[in-house]
C-alpha cells in the first residue's frame, strides 16, 4: 500500500472503517451504520407491556441490524494526491 494512502486508511480505520480491499493505489473502506439497541429494546419492551398479540417492535429492530447501511470509500493515489470517492458497497438490502 501507497504510504500516502496508508496514513489516510490508518486515520478512516480509526473512525471505524475497515479494509474491503487493498489494490496498491487503491485502497476501498468501509463502515456500516449503526443501530441504536438501547431505544430498540425499550420499544420493544413497551410493545410487550402494551400488549399486543405480538411483541411489535422486535422484528423491525432485527430488521433494522440485518439490512443497516454500509457506507465505502474508495481512496486512490493520482499523480501523488489521494483521491477519494463514494463507493456503493455490495451489501444486503431488499430496496436494491
Known amino acids: 500500500m ?9 486515520e478512516l480505520m480509526a473512525t471505524g472503517y475497515v479494509i474491503q480491499s487493498d489494490g ?4 476501498v473502506l468501509a463502515k ?14 413497551i410493545s410487550a407491556i402494551l ?6 417492535w422486535a422484528p423491525i ?7 443497516r447501511k ?3 470509500i ?3 493515489v493520482v499523480n501523488g494526491k489521494v ?8 451489501g444486503r438490502s431488499i430496496f436494491n
Open 32 to 45: 456500516k451504520g449503526r443501530v441504536n439497541h438501547i431505544l430498540h429494546f425499550i420499544l420493544t419492551v
Open 83 to 90: 483521491e477519494s470517492r463514494p463507493v456503493k458497497p455490495k
Open 74 to 76: 474508495l481512496l486512490s
Open 51 to 56: 400488549a399486543f398479540p405480538i411483541v411489535f
Open 24 to 27: 496498491g493505489t487503491q485502497v
Open 61 to 67: 429492530w432485527l430488521l433494522m441490524i440485518l439490512l
Open 70 to 72: 454500509e457506507d465505502a
Open 2 to 10: 501507497d504510504a500516502l494512502l496508508s496514513t489516510l486508511s490508518g
